[in-house]
């Protein structure tokens, strides 16, 4: 669990299981409702989860994703960022969900993922920049932003 400028709220019976990411930004932060799995190697980040999650191995969701109640998010699955997913949806092995509302498409639709990603904000929303910002300006924010931790200490 990692609030770098941002909240983490973690609600009751909740398991959050080995190597998952769970990250809470300034403008996304994250909120896993009552009853939630997060499952090993699962990367959540600026999300807003509903009561009774399932969040399998692997799986991504990306700032400004909000699940409903009780969806399950399969082995890989990918919940893009700005995404909402009803109550009771599923996000099949492997596939991403995309949109608000949501589509779940098979990653071999790549073209239709993109018709629909490219109008979310992906690096508005994850880096602050318009797309099309210099790699160079780009990761020179992040390192920006990762530094201040540099002086943290265990305790």
């Not at 909740?14 to 809470?24: S, Y």
């Not at 009780?70 to 700005?82: D, K, Q």
């Not at 996000?91 to 639709?109: H, N, Q, T």
Request: hydrophobic share 45%; with cysteine; aromatic share 6%.
């Amino acid at each position: 669990l990692t609030a770098e400028d941002g909240r983490v709220d973690v609600g009751a019976r909740c398991v959050i299981m080995e190597n998952a990411l769970v990250r809470g930004r300034a403008a996304h932060p994250v909120r896993l409702g009552d009853d939630v799995l997060v499952g090993p190697h699962a990367h959540v980040n600026g999300a807003d989860v509903a009561d009774g999650c399932f969040l399998a191995t692997g799986c991504s969701l990306f700032p400004g994703a909000r699940l409903g109640r009780e969806v399950e998010v399969r082995v890989n699955g990918v919940v893009h960022v700005n995404t909402v997913l009803e109550d009771g949806a599923l996000v099949p092995i492997g596939w991403v969900a995309v949109g608000d509302p949501a589509r779940v498409l098979a990653p071999s639709e790549h073209d239709e993922i993109w018709k629909i990603q490219e109008g979310l904000g992906f690096p508005e929303t994850v880096y602050g920049v318009p797309r099309g910002t210099p790699p160079r300006e780009l990761m020179q924010r992040q390192a920006d932003w990762f530094a201040a931790h540099r002086d943290d200490r265990v305790i």
